[in-house]
């Protein structure tokens, strides 16, 4: 047994912080979706760095880690949405930056190891940038987009996509929405089955906002254009005559064991024979 064993279904994860653990670096983010195991993993972590034989899992380090009771290891929630700067550097730094109570070693490096924290106000925030620009649309046919969303600091919100000043003509159907906690949205631009080719100041005149609520505030962000919009001539129909079909020679056709002429035509298959 180890403290590993408290992780379960992360092999890959655990066979990189049981390398972590041998030589760490000042910190470590495990980010998964709630339930994922990242506490369970931070934990068995914890207990890696602190136990003499690098997580035994049995040792009192170890069981101390494991029940919530190591001195040297302490867990902080968030009291918000993200841990603040105010309790990083009131209540975290202090610690971090003091002697172990117990353990034999802090992060790495001795006293000569110099922790650089990097501090700032969370700010969420998006940014969004389409892909499949300049399209070339058939009239009566319609061409796929790509939106994709940066979500920034934690903003995880729905973001809604503004189309406006298409070419005559020319659609999309907006809004189109990135869901919350999604990255991507695929939209579609259509040209009328009667659209005619826009100038060249109509094709390049689309604008696309993206619009979305941050801490009760509507935002709205610029997105990169569609690009210059082209109208692809309707695709051609073509009438080719089809091929002679050969003329249908209605004589009688014998096969084995038929009787040939027979008197009355005989559809019955039980005699093996058809007349045609
Ligand atoms: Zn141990």
Known sequence: MTIW????GHADVVAQLQGAARQPVHAYLLVGPPGAGARAAATAFAGALVCENGGCGECRDCVRVLSDAHPDVLRWEPE???ISVEQV???IVPIAFGSPVESARRGNGGERFVYRLLLYDAKPDFKVTITGVEPTIAAGAGKEFIATATRIDGFDGDIRLEISGLPKGFSALTPLVIQAGHLVAKGTINAAADATAPSE??????KVTAT?????QTTTREVNGVGKMTL???PK???EPAAPVA???REPITLPGMVENPAEPNTDPKNGAMTF
């Open 237 to 239: 129909l073509f009438v």
């Open 212 to 216: 979305a609520m941050i801490h009760g």
């Open 247 to 249: 003329e249908v020679v």
């Open 80 to 82: 918000g949405a993200a």
């Open 5 to 8: 064993d408290s992780v379960p």
């Open 232 to 234: 692809a001539s309707k």
């Open 201 to 206: 100041s109509e094709a390049t005149s689309a």
């Open 89 to 91: 550097r009131d209540e």
